[in-house]
């Protein structure tokens, strides 16, 4: 893997590239009049349809003269900002970040980390017509080195992300619900470029921390009712959350970073930015060695990243970007616990210690007897579990300016994965030919090779700004059981490998998946106050499968359809900072293509061919309205929704003669979402802030289910599972450009893992604690202490599946969150 990711990585530095660059794009027409800076920039940002992050102190009392004609972006801002004793910090295609101006020759060019301590961490979605918000890197460069910035994004209202270890990079236990929806239920982009569904053993694209290293991420945007109608999924019904890469520097620099903490945990970071070569290319090439040591049982996640960004303009009105990422990890599992195993064993009970036990345990499993003490049970627990991931994520994107109001771009991406979960399992023996241990690995291994284009078109037309795009992607999945054997008496020397050699042969399948998405839409600046959106998106997704080796083989496609995705927005502004927005959006999600989950996961070829052509895919229906504020020293946002969520999917057993006894997926009714979400920032002195969020939720399901064959489950009513009804946030920050501290606390109300309701998992609270010190622009250190209080609670839900009841608390699916952990950070940039 290394000679692969490094050969890559020198081909990948040769080729032409790159990003984006904001001076290339159309003209726009500004008509700013003159006035003080801060309200100029703010409306310099909704006229060019962008969020600008800037230091509001750094321009008080401040005036410009004004702006008005045609002019690209970059051009009309750099003249706006203009001896205002600003500068442009960061930029991307939907986000400015400006900073003040630096004092001494010393601080010129450092734009890796912008420490103005007057930066926002979040904006609320200022001159957009739907609930958004957008998170900037300098969040996310506080938290604790190599954490998720899902993690981040549990500040946002709405949104509860959980995991089971501290940095919420353990994939197979991290789980973000959002009115409702859950982590599948969402579409996730880097860049513009589709991550797919992001759920554990994904068919269809990778978590965006195999996808990125955290230290590269730019701002991060959530779209809690629906994202951009452009957005490349298939699986948005319940929000997008939009990611992006920063860009090389313009000037020369290295960037070192080593951090250390709690259960042997390390991570060592190295980026080089080659600053502005001969011929106007910038090349950033990033590195980094990750070892998180579990806080319960025994193992390890260790993963070995590369990352690679290259823009090149090409002559003055094209430029190209170059992308790729290279990551392999191996990650030891967590085990699935239940509320009547913590009881039984405690909130540290985890994997088998010793493979001799894990022997003898798997003797009793099959032949019976008492298991040695403390189990209960001798499969209360199993020896060890995991996988291995190996991705290559790479895009091509050109931005192209066609004439002073037309411009657009294109953007080829690759995605290829390797990957292997594995069980021990102690039900099958390994045979005597084979190393006649009575456990076996068990595996699920699975390869993705996942290619696609993304083209957009802009067009600027007086009030009007008329935008279109398509998406297709070309998706080949093939996914295997197999079970190996082990060598009896002999520990494993690397569990976490991909075995070879199997002793037998469960599946093996392949699926094929063509996605195709148009859409077209319009904005149009009806007056200096209101504007108003419209647009529609076709998809068509269509899935073949085809069972290579099966003991019951599945064969035959699928279509999910729909070519009239409306959206309508309107946004109008008050004077003084104020806006209200409303919107509404259809969405559809695509079939699951896949063994483990979608309809192809029936248990036979008559179950599937009892679905395919009733099956219906899953819709939403969100409507949302909102109020905004926003000066100096606040935001405000308040958003009410209502989202109907219909032609739910769950897989049941049916025992229709037709079929005979089969688990199939079938439509089994809606869900309606009503709730309010309300945020607020404020910079009550100098370098202090408080931020704050709270969203009530109210999403249940609208009927009961009714299993064909079977009995009515009366669901009806209930609350969704995993999804509590409140969820607050409270930040308090200081940060005077040398000295930073945070103190953060999150609350989620009481969740439900059995659909029946009679499950519950009590409410949780839990704080943590970030602070730094940054003696220089050279060297800066931070502390990072989560879960504050120790606090012992259920973070994770349905890891297992969910169930329809478990009023005893038997069914093993939670995942326990970590106990308290610090980590301590040193940065050095030159």
């Not at 589709?194 to 955290?214: D, E, K």
């Amino acid at each position: 893997m290394l000679r692969l990711m490094t050969t890559t990585a020198i081909v990948a530095a040769a080729m032409p590239a790159a990003a984006y660059a904001q001076e290339q794009q159309a003209r726009i027409q500004f008509e700013i009049k003159a006035g003080d800076t801060a309200t100029a920039i703010n409306q310099f940002a909704d006229q060019a349809g962008v969020h600008v992050v800037f230091p509001y102190d750094a321009v008080a009392g401040r005036r410009v003269a004004g702006l008005r004609g045609s002019f690209m972006r970059g051009e009309a801002l750099r003249r706006l900002i203009a001896g205002q004793g600003l500068i442009i910090a960061s930029e991307t295609q939907g986000m400015i970040s400006l900073k003040a101006a630096p004092h001494t020759p010393s601080d010129i060019g450092n734009d890796v980390a912008d420490n103005s301590p007057q930066m926002e961490i979040v904006v609320l979605g200022q001159g957009e017509s739907r609930q958004v918000q957008t998170v900037a890197p300098k969040a996310m460069r506080k938290a604790t080195a190599g954490s998720s910035p899902l993690r981040s994004l549990s500040r946002l209202p709405g949104v509860n992300f959980d995991s089971s270890d501290a940095r919420g990079t353990y994939e197979a236990a991290t789980q973000l619900s959002i009115r409702g929806f859950l982590s599948d239920q969402i579409g996730y982009t880097l860049d513009g470029v589709p991550l797919g569904n992001m759920q554990y053993r994904n068919n269809n694209g990778l978590s965006i921390n195999r996808a990125l290293l955290t230290e590269n991420n730019g701002p991060a945007t959530l779209s809690q009712g629906s994202g951009a109608l452009g957005t490349a999924s298939t699986s948005n019904i319940g929000g997008t959350v939009d990611f992006s890469s920063i860009d090389p520097t313009r000037d020369f620099g290295v960037d070192l970073e080593q951090s250390y903490g709690s259960e042997d945990s390390w991570r060592s970071f190295v980026r080089l930015n080659s600053g502005d070569l001969s011929w106007g290319g910038r090349l950033a090439v990033s590195y980094a060695h990750d070892r998180q040591g579990k806080w319960r049982g025994w193992g390890k996640q260790e993963q070995d990243q590369i990352n690679i960004k290259y823009v090149q303009p090409i002559g003055d009105s094209v430029t190209s970007t170059s992308y790729l990422n290279l990551i392999d990890r191996r990650e030891d599992d967590y085990n699935d616990v239940s509320l009547a195993k913590l009881n039984t064993y405690g909130w540290d009970f985890d994997n088998i210690p010793t493979f001799a036990l894990a022997e003898e345990l798997a003797l009793i499993v099959q032949n019976g007897g008492t298991p040695p003490a403390p189990y209960v049970n001798a499969d209360d627990s199993v020896y060890q579990g995991g996988g291995v991931r190996r991705d290559l994520l790479g895009y091509q994107k050109l931005e192209y300016v066609l004439s002073s109001r037309l411009s657009g771009f294109i953007t080829g991406y690759i995605h290829l994965d390797k990957g292997i979960g594995t069980w021990a399992n102690p039900y099958t023996p390994t045979p005597a030919a084979f190393g006649g241990s009575p456990v076996s690995v068990s595996t699920l291994r699975y390869d993705i090779d996942r290619k696609g284009v993304i083209s957009r078109l802009k067009l600027e037309a007086g009030d009007h700004r008329i935008e279109g795009g398509i998406w297709y992607e070309h998706n080949v999945f093939n996914q295997g059981s197999y079970l190996y054997g082990l060598e009896a008496g002999v520990t494993p020397t690397q569990f976490q490998r991909f075995y070879d050699n199997p002793f037998q042969t469960t599946f093996r399948n392949r699926y094929v998946t063509n996605t195709v998405q148009l859409d077209i839409g319009n904005t149009w600046q009806a007056t200096s106050r209101l504007r108003l959106n419209a647009g529609v998106k076709g998809v068509v997704s269509t899935n073949k499968a085809h069972s290579i080796v099966s003991t019951k083989p599945i064969n035959g496609s699928i279509e999910a359809k729909n070519w009239f995705l409306p959206t309508a927005g309107i946004l109008y502004k008050l004077d003084g900072g104020s806006e209200f927005f409303a919107g509404y959006t259809r969405n559809m999600a695509a079939f699951v293509a896949s063994t483990s989950s979608g309809p192809f996961s029936s248990s036979s070829q008559a179950g599937f061919d009892y679905i395919r052509n009733d099956l219906k895919p899953e819709m939403t229906n969100t409507f949302e309205a909102g109020y905004r504020f926003r000066d100096s020293d606040l935001q405000l946002s308040l958003t009410g929704y209502y989202v109907k969520f219909s032609n739910r999917l769950l897989a049941s057993s049916i025992s229709a003669t037709v079929v005979g006894n089969q688990n199939v997926l079938q439509n089994v009714g809606s869900v309606s979402s009503r709730g309010v979400e309300a945020a607020a920032n404020w910079r009550f002195a100098p370098f202090w802030s408080l931020y704050g969020s709270w969203a009530y939720n109210d999403a249940t399901y609208d009927d009961d289910v009714q299993p064909l064959g079977g009995a009515v489950v009366p669901t009806k009513g209930k609350q969704v599972v995993a999804s509590p009804k409140h969820v607050g946030n409270v930040e308090l920050s200081y940060d005077d450009s040398k000295l930073w501290g945070q103190v953060t606390a999150h609350y989620r109300s009481t969740r439900y893992y059995s659909y029946l309701n009679d499950a519950p998992l009590p409410g949780a609270v839990n704080v943590n604690l970030s602070a730094g010190y940054r003696f220089s622009r050279m060297l800066d250190v931070q502390l990072n202490v989560m879960n504050l209080f120790d606090k012992r609670y259920i973070a994770s839900t349905g890891t297992a599946g969910f169930v329809t009841s478990d009023p005893n608390g038997t069914y093993t699916t939670l995942q326990s969150a970590a106990p308290r952990q610090v980590f301590g950070t040193v940065r050095i940039h030159f």
